[in-house]
């Protein structure tokens, strides 16, 4: 072997063994990046960061490009070695473990330990200069197909996993990186936790159970209406009739504002008893209260027994927290 030919093998070794570095701290900066950030950034014209934020949105094929410049580089590394020990009379198994001997720690500390590390750390200064590499290493290697038969194998192998995260799953990350960076404070960060926790509760849960209700009669004198207003400082409650069922529900500030001598019977004042089921969940029935004005409803089971009472405030509570007024 020329001095040349020596030259170019140990550059060509070099390029694989860095190049299998570059790759293995670009795949943790990915991870690492903050794309809260990132956001704001390109929102702002940023042009590396709009670069940036173009190439992580191709999730799957960003990943392609990572695993396909690491494999090719660490093997480009690994043949160019090879040549060299060869050249230098180390051949057959000699070759395959001095090879080993050399590459294992080498690729190991310098190629994904470091780099690693350094991205993990600094992902936010190195992935924006580094983004025109991303993208011109997906261009090549989608030209070349290697990203098409990459992909391909992938989705063989995943036939019947578990689908895309899920973007409510997404936003949890991006709001514990806000939080982590400063940018969300802690009622902000809980608020939003608590409306991304409401796909998961029903009516049931946030509701005061039926007997627990206190309840109007729908024979209730005047009398009996300015006595609940001296016990209690809530104005809706549900009318019963003498068989215990629900006949509509009463504002009980309708009553008080009539003198007591006038004041109309409790089945006039009172309007019609909203119905919610209780297996509804939260967000539908909050949309459903507010579109029809709705301040209460009853809540019924499967069999369409009243179970409970809910109001907007029950309903806003899971969002805001407890609230000492409404």
């Not at 190195?126 to 290697?141: D, E, I, K, N, Q």
Request: proline residues 4%.
């Amino acid at each position: 072997m020329t001095p040349t030919e020596s030259a170019l093998c140990v550059a060509g070794m070099m390029v694989g063994f860095v190049g299998s570095a570059l790759y293995s701290g670009l795949e943790t900066g990915v991870y690492s990046l903050n794309r809260v950030r990132l956001q704001v950034l390109a929102h702002q014209g940023l042009a590396a960061a709009r670069l940036l934020r173009a190439e992580t949105e191709r999730v799957t094929t960003l990943l392609s490009t990572l695993l396909i410049g690491n494999n090719i580089m660490n093997n480009l590394g690994v043949a160019m070695l090879g040549i060299l020990l060869e050249s230098r009379g180390v051949t057959g198994w000699a070759n395959v473990i001095v090879n080993t001997m050399i590459v294992t720690p080498v690729l190991f500390v310098f190629g994904e330990t470091l780099p690693k590390d350094l991205f993990a750390a600094y992902a936010d200064r190195l992935m924006y200069r580094l983004a025109g590499v991303l993208r011109v290493s997906r261009w090549v290697f989608t030209a070349a197909g290697l990203v098409a038969i990459t992909e391909g194998v992938g989705r063989l192998v995943s036939r019947g996993a578990s689908g895309p995260v899920h973007p409510r799953w997404r936003v949890e990350a991006l709001v514990k990186e806000g939080l982590g960076h400063g940018l969300l404070s802690d009622e902000q960060t809980a608020i939003v936790g608590r409306v991304l926790g409401l796909s998961d509760k029903r009516v049931v849960d946030e509701m005061t159970p039926w007997q627990e209700v206190m309840t109007v009669s729908l024979k209730a004198t005047t009398d009996d209406l300015w006595a609940i207003a001296d016990r209690t400082g809530r104005s809706r409650f549900p009318v019963v009739d003498e068989a215990g069922d629900v006949a509509g529900v009463l504002n009980l500030r309708d009553a008080l504002i009539c003198e007591r001598a006038s004041c109309p019977s409790v089945s006039e004042l009172m309007g019609p008893v909203e119905i919610l089921e209780g297996t509804m969940p939260i967000r539908r029935a909050l949309s459903t209260m507010q579109a029809h004005r709705m301040p209460m409803a009853m809540v019924v089971d499967d069999d369409g027994q009243p179970a409970g009472l809910v109001t907007i405030k029950d309903l806003v509570e899971p969002i805001t927290g407890e609230l000492s007024s409404w």
